[in-house]
């Protein structure tokens, strides 16, 4: 009997995730098909973007312009990770889900924040190690009654949406290498899709589909070629020309680590394609070439998993401009005729307008200053290059705008069709690229083929104040026919949060400064702001329950810019992590708890006994392998919001021995700090501790010595 009820079971959650139309009674679930996601009403939040076409744009309106200074906090629940908070919630049923850092997953009530479940992957510690930019999970899919989970280790996971409980656990990656996921999957036709990341590392990119039912994989689809003879594919084998060298012996990179949208008209899957392996196109593929389909858009038969169309942003980029930047879909009006598009806003700068049936250029402009190139040739549609910036064949340092955080990171855009506007979380940065002398990949640590401790910023306040001036964050609309900014907001600095547009007129969107913002989707103005008490990098949602619209975000400061940029990753303030998930409605009454109090610690580091070759071997190593995860030249200002930590104020700077415990015995591997004795001896452990002793005293020295200070939280 118990044999017979596993089975019935068993065929009862297969016949949930096949069909669209079914009910769960225990769980007060119904399930969710390809319809009911394209004809989402506003009610719910189905899919990452809401719909296929990721406008992220909501129908609901009982927010609007004339009101929304009556929001205010419905409910709020605090999270178990302090660390970056990136996911989008799905609201289903009247429960909202989320994804946080770590991978786990959350289930509430969608009106009273009572939580209903929770799922933790178990993600080991070390896995952190193998993550460009923090420990982050975009969100969940949906399909029947099943959610699906990338988790940050490389599985695709199926959960019954009513319970939490796994139903199937897929490895999507060969976790021997430094493959992650952190991106959102999608579902279509009972396919579930996702890509993964660690092009920084050296890996082959691709994105697959998996039997919503079964886990099993349907197809596989890579974006860079394998060795000339060994691509089956036609796609691979029209790439092979545009590669040089050995380049399959380094991995390519082009991960799909985040853009996906949909076209269920034309069948079309549409996957953004990330940056190559290494950087320096110098040594991934020496002599040049496009390197496809590095950097590129690329449509994909979504039934086959065969290749349609691609365009490439950045032919043989040597920048880290990814092109897996946000995907929007739209018809827009274009001289008198209706153009079935595809826009994004990539790292580069440009702003893209593409034919989505045939993947033909119809239109780019700048969206921030760039040098890299004067533009998008019209006829081409390929960029006019600035030779200076091309820092691999020249062999020279180049400061290059954007920056490899780009002028668009992962955080997602919103279209406003009655608007005509598209709305871009959009920043200004510059990075000095300087190629990097007798590169050769290493097993852990950045394999990007830059020098990455020539260019760290000094200890010096004039070169700090200049850099700042330089860099900013600002919220653009912009108008994607006229190809034309409309307005724009200036922020803090970069790394301010996704954007949500909604019918009535609003633009809903988190900064780095700690605030949650609405704005007159029309004209910019702010009509209202909460403080968060912590950055908010994610995007916001709507979703209604019973006829009250609720909007919901996903608080939490963390992700690349915080723990890379050093000095320039707190210039919107010294804002911490409190880590929660944020619901907002009409007339809301309830209240975050007091904002805990917060000092700095005295910066008083051990005195500096190691010769100067030694500090700079230690500055070399240091640049390569820690500046990743424990910010640009030993500066983790994100350490008082509870991140990383910061290495100057480490106990462990006057003891060898524990600092060689940590670092090469990995007595922390647990906490996501693994053992780097494959790639380090002893000694070169310990000349990267007296670099960071010496750049400790350099910054104590620089703030007038070892003076505890109070400083006032956002």
Not at 664 to 687: C, E, R, W, Y
Request: with cysteine; proline share 6%.
């Amino acid at each position: 009997m118990r044999l017979k009820a596993a089975l019935g079971a068993a065929l009862a959650l297969l016949a949930a995730a096949c069909s669209g139309e079914t009910a769960d009674k225990a769980t007060n679930t119904t399930g969710i098909d390809g319809a009911r996601i394209i004809k989402a009403d506003g009610s719910e939040w189905l899919s990452y973007g809401r719909t296929y076409d990721e406008q992220r744009f909501s129908p609901l309106d009982q927010i609007n312009t004339g009101n929304v200074g009556e929001l205010g906090l419905a409910w709020s629940a605090d999270l178990d990770t302090a660390r970056g908070q990136e996911a989008t919630p799905l609201v289903i049923d009247g429960k909202i889900y989320v994804t946080t850092a770590w991978s786990k997953v959350k289930a509430y009530d969608a009106t009273t924040g009572k939580p209903l479940w929770d799922y933790d992957p178990k993600v080991p510690g070390e896995t952190g190690v193998k993550a460009c930019c923090d420990v982050v999970n975009r969100g969940l899919a949906a399909w029947g009654n099943m959610l699906f989970l990338g988790t940050l280790d490389g599985r695709l996971i199926a959960l019954d949406r009513g319970t939490g409980r796994e139903i199937w656990s897929k490895v999507t990656v060969d976790q021997d290498k430094s493959y992650t996921i952190t991106g959102a999957p999608r579902v279509i036709d009972g396919m579930v899709i996702i890509g993964n990341g660690g092009a920084e590392f050296g890996v082959r990119g691709y994105v697959a589909a998996y039997d919503a039912a079964t886990g099993k994989q349907l197809w596989k689809f890579y974006t860079v070629p394998d060795r000339p003879g060994a691509n089956e594919a036609e796609h691979l084998k029209a790439a092979e020309t545009s590669w040089k060298g050995e380049y399959w012996n380094i991995g390519g990179g082009g991960t799909v680590w985040d853009a996906m949208a949909y076209d269920p008209e034309l069948g079309l899957l549409y996957v953004g394609v990330g940056n190559g392996s290494p950087w320096n196109q110098a040594y991934r593929s020496p002599g040049g070439g496009d390197n496809l389909y590095l950097s590129s858009i690329v449509a994909i038969k979504v039934k086959t998993g065969e290749y349609a169309w691609h365009y490439q942003t950045t032919p043989g980029e040597t920048w880290d401009y990814t092109a897996t930047q946000h995907i929007m879909l739209a018809d827009l009006d274009i001289g008198g005729k209706t153009r079935k598009v595809l826009m994004q806003a990539p790292k580069n700068g440009f702003f893209y307008v593409i034919d989505r049936a045939t993947g033909e250029f119809i239109s780019a402009n700048n969206f921030v200053p760039v040098n890299w190139a004067t533009g998008v040739d019209p006829k081409t549609g390929r960029p006019i290059e600035n030779p200076a910036a091309r820092v691999d064949k020249t062999g020279k340092p180049f400061i290059v705008s954007p920056g490899p955080l780009g002028a668009h990171n992962w955080h997602p855009m919103a279209y406003d069709a009655k608007q005509k506007l598209v709305f871009i979380p959009a920043q200004i940065t510059s990075y000095p690229y300087i190629p990097a002398a007798g590169w050769k990949p290493s097993k852990l640590g950045f394999n990007v083929g830059m020098d990455t401790a020539s260019n760290a910023m000094p200890a010096d306040n004039a070169v700090r104040e200049a850099a700042k001036k330089a860099t900013k964050g600002v919220l653009i609309a912009w108008d994607p026919v006229a190809q034309k900014e409309r307005w724009r907001v200036t922020l803090g600095g970069p790394w301010n949060g996704g954007v949500l547009a909604t019918a009535g007129g609003l633009v809903f969107q988190g900064n780095a400064m700690g605030n949650f913002v609405a704005y007159d989707s029309g004209t910019g103005k702010n009509l209202w702001s909460f403080e968060a008490q912590t950055g908010v990098v994610a995007a916001p949602m709507t979703y209604s329950v019973d006829g009250q619209q609720y909007v919901a975000v996903l608080a939490g400061w963390g992700g690349a810019w915080p723990i890379t940029a050093g000095v320039l990753s707190d210039m919107s303030g010294p804002v911490r992590n409190i880590s929660r998930l944020l619901v907002f409605k009409l007339g809301g009454k309830a209240k975050l708890p007091a904002m805990p109090a917060a000092d700095d610690l005295p910066l008083d580091p051990p005195g500096l006994t190691a010769a100067a070759d030694v500090v700079q071997g230690g500055a070399v190593l240091y640049g390569r392998y820690c500046t990743v995860c424990h910010g640009d030249a030993a500066v983790q200002a994100s350490a008082r919001g509870g991140i990383i930590p910061d290495l100057r104020y480490s106990g462990t700077l006057a003891s060898a021995e524990n600092w060689q415990m940590i670092v090469h015995d990995g007595a922390l591997k647990d906490n996501g700090m693994v053992s780097f004795a494959t790639v380090m001896t002893k000694p070169q452990i310990d000349s990267i501790r007296h670099y960071v002793i010496a750049r400790a005293n350099e910054d104590a020295k620089l703030a007038g010595g070892p003076k505890p200070k109070k400083v006032a939280m956002k």
